[in-house]
């Protein structure tokens, strides 16, 4: 009797241990940075939400999938990728060669261009005044990729600050902790427009690039990967990825497709 019992135990406990790993297969966890408006960012009651969260939520309920957008450290988000702690990185992830290297990306969703930022009265207008000024950007981030990657203006700069997050580099920057703040101008122009601040985006680019989706680079990843695209392209025929970008900018920006 008491065997019996013990497998009767044995196999609940199987069960139990089996059912619950699989709700979590079934769960599709997004990485980011949870201060990126309007791509993904936290409401002062805690919800997160955004342009690409609002994507990446009919994207999940679409493939049958639970949601939950996971705040993560954006300078150890491939780290985060890889160890399994979330399934992608999706909120303004730049397409990069050296990413499409390193994990399993999507094609381009929206386009971007990394840009200054600058106080109005600060007197910057183009790249060229910047030399001699304080710049400020997010460590990991793109911005900090396209500074690398321009040299002379890298040189002519004082010096290069980095924070946390691009809202924090924004803060100091009203303050004239910095002098400018290198970043995204989706972002840029969101957080300035819906922020009222004194702040304008000088428009000569630093660089032009592509906002991707990444997934890790093994079968479960790309396979995951082209189940996400291929939704995303159907939400982009019937209008679903309209309405959602008219709703975060007034018009539908999106480039799925193109």
Do not use: H
């Amino acid at each position: 009797m008491k065997k019996t019992v013990r497998a009767v135990l044995g196999l609940a406990l199987a069960f139990a241990f089996f059912g619950c790993r699989k709700v979590d297969e079934a769960k599709f966890v997004l990485g980011l940075d949870a201060s990126f408006p309007p791509l993904g960012y936290t409401e002062a009651d805690g919800t997160i939400v955004g342009y690409d969260i609002d994507l990446a939520k009919e994207a999940a309920k679409r493939l049958n999938l639970a949601f939950e957008a996971k705040p993560i450290d954006w300078d150890s988000k491939e780290i985060e990728l890889s160890s399994g702690n979330i399934d992608c990185i999706w909120n303004g992830f730049t397409i990069t060669e050296k990413r499409k290297s390193e994990m399993a990306l999507t094609e381009a969703y929206l386009e971007n261009d990394q840009v200054l930022v600058v106080r109005k009265d600060s007197g910057i207008k183009s790249l060229k005044d910047a030399a001699g000024k304080v710049i400020g950007l997010q460590a990991g981030s793109s911005a900090e990729e396209a500074v690398d990657a321009n040299p002379d203006f890298k040189k002519s700069v004082a010096e290069i600050k980095k924070y946390t997050d691009n809202l924090y580099a924004l803060t100091d920057l009203e303050v004239g902790g910095v002098d400018a703040v290198a970043m995204d101008s989706v972002v840029a122009d969101y957080t300035i427009l819906t922020g009222n601040k004194p702040l304008e985006v000088v428009r000569e680019s630093l660089a032009k690039e592509g906002y991707g989706i990444g997934f890790r680079n093994d079968e479960s990843g790309m396979k995951l990967r082209d189940d996400v695209w291929n939704v995303l392209k159907e939400m982009q025929a019937d209008g679903t990825v309209a309405g959602i970008s008219k709703k975060w900018f007034g018009d539908d920006i999106s480039v799925i497709g193109k």
